[in-house]
């Protein structure tokens, strides 16, 4: 059976006034210089600085494709904070023949929202039965991965490693990975070195240069993170050289 992934294929920049590029998000470098992304059809990374734009397209990204600016389901309709972009209005996303079975958007910053709403929308039983209010940040994202996300879906995560020890971490890849083989897609925003590590994905640099492709050895995550590992002593020292 051919799979329908990717189930999106690309996302295409709309044509806008220059008067408009001036505004933000349309400002942020990596934003006005970009034309289109192609998407892997296991899974996808979006990474850079903070402020680079990383988490803005991936917003703009959920909303076009139906999603609640604060993440959830496609049917979570609901809104907290009004703090989303007008993005979505000009970007366009190139979709697969066949819609996914299952499709979720986690963000970390309003994923407190959500469990929220699940609890009073009765809907706790799919994410494991158990609140996730009682749960602590890490364990509730989990259980969002382990029992909310049923496989065959497109699945959108903001910076899910915000609430995860190194461990979890590595149980969230592993998570991943189920699903990916279960027919899944995702596109993920983050800065972990950990969880970039997921084998032959894409991943995007974000930064004032733009957005290009890059290889996992070739990121600073990868980088400044093993050269802090494998000399703490020294790093450490270099780092506190100034102080008075």
């Known amino acids: 059976m ?89 970007i366009k996303l190139s979709k697969s023949f066949k819609i996914p079975g299952d499709a979720y958007f986690l963000r970390a910053e309003s994923f407190y929202n959500v469990a929220t709403k699940a609890e009073e929308f009765g809907v706790l039983k799919s994410y494991g039965g158990k609140s996730l209010h009682q749960q602590s940040h890490g364990e509730a994202f989990l259980s969002t991965l382990m029992h909310k996300l049923t496989g065959n879906g497109l699945y959108l995560l903001d910076e899910p490693e915000a609430a995860l020890s190194p461990a979890r971490q590595l149980t969230a890849i592993s998570l991943i990975h189920q699903l990916v083989q279960q027919d899944s897609q995702f596109i993920i925003a983050t800065h972990s070195p950990i969880i970039m590590a997921y084998p032959n994905a894409t991943i995007y640099q974000f930064s004032s240069e733009g957005i290009k492709e890059i290889s996992y050895e070739e990121t600073d995550h990868y980088q400044i993170t093993k050269s802090f590992l494998d000399n703490p002593e020294i790093s450490l020292n270099l780092l506190m050289e100034n102080e008075p």
């Not at 296991?42 to 139906?66: P, R």
């Not at 999603?67 to 703090?83: C, D, R, W, Y």
Request: proline content about 4%.
């Open 2 to 90: 051919i799979s329908a992934r990717p189930y999106i294929k690309s996302v295409y920049f709309k044509d806008e006034s220059d008067l408009k590029r001036l505004a933000y998000p349309y400002n942020i470098p990596a934003i006005k210089e970009c034309e289109k992304i192609r998407f892997h059809s296991d899974v996808t990374f979006f990474i850079g600085e903070n402020g680079a734009g990383k988490s803005t397209l991936l917003e703009a990204i959920a909303v076009a494709y139906g999603f609640n600016p604060e993440g959830g389901t496609k049917s979570a309709l609901f809104e907290i904070h009004h703090t989303h972009s007008d993005l979505h209005r000009s």
